[in-house]
């Protein structure tokens, strides 16, 4: 049975670990999975696969060393699934060319979208594997989430890091994932500053 893509799961919380493999694998996909951040790297060499979803913070190796790895050895693409999304961390995450960085708990109707959307992304040449983090240049209006973050930031005069986790926290709520929620919000935003009809 041919599944659609692997993934290489990475968190040293074995329950958040097993939630994760269950999930991915029961939709579909070939989960391989580490507990560890050397485990993960041992895995990525032997293992290739399509995407990797990781933790952040671990004992020894962290999710951004793992990602470091990945991007600058293997060519393979990355999220990041993590408790924390402060301003610090949120930097790190974009200097290391992740595709998303979901906020934990763990809620598979908020992965199973992002994990198919950056699917999407990479099979449909949206983000090229070997490309991952290399800046590029990109259409300013086609960020739904960077657009989002600046409205929000505007409406409710926040910074942008807190604007940015307030969209986390709708899109999880919602269970929709962090794009989907933005592309929501601004088609709200431009339906409201529409003109009248005659």
Same mark, same amino acid.
Not at 46 to 74: Q, W
Not at 81 to 103: E, N, W
């Given at each position: ?7 290489l ?46 933790d952040?913070?671990m ?8 990602a ?21 961390? &949120? %930097?790190? /995450?974009? $200097?290391?060319?992740?595709? *998303?960085? @979901?906020?934990? =708990? #763990? ?5 199973l979208p ?14 090229? &594997? %070997?490309? /991952?983090? $290399?800046?590029?240049?990109? *259409?300013? @209006?086609?960020? =739904? #989430?960077a ?8 409406r ?6 807190v ?7 709708l ?28």
């Amino acid at each position: 049975m041919s599944s659609k893509g692997k993934i290489l799961v990475v968190d040293d919380d074995r329950l958040v670990l097993a939630t994760l493999t269950h999930g991915l694998s029961a939709a579909g996909y070939a989960v391989v999975d580490a507990d560890n951040g050397d485990d993960a790297i041992l895995e990525a060499r032997t293992r290739r696969p399509d995407l990797a979803l990781l933790d952040i913070r671990m004992e020894g190796k962290s999710g951004f060393d793992v990602a470091a790895y990945l991007r600058e050895h293997g060519s393979v693409p990355f999220m990041f699934l993590s408790a924390f999304s402060d301003a610090a961390t &949120v %930097a790190q /995450v974009r $200097a290391l060319g992740a595709l *998303d960085h @979901l906020i934990k =708990p #763990v809620d598979m109707r908020q992965i199973l979208p992002a994990v198919e959307a950056a699917f999407k992304r990479i099979r449909g040449g949206v983000e090229p &594997v %070997a490309e /991952v983090g $290399a800046p590029r240049p990109r *259409d300013p @209006l086609s960020d =739904p #989430v960077a657009i989002a973050v600046g409205v929000v930031m505007h409406r409710h005069s926040l910074p942008r890091a807190v604007a940015l986790e307030r969209l986390r926290r709708l899109a999880t709520h919602h269970g929709r994932a962090l794009e989907a929620e933005c592309e929501q919000l601004l088609a709200a935003v431009e339906l409201l500053s529409a003109p009248a009809a005659p």
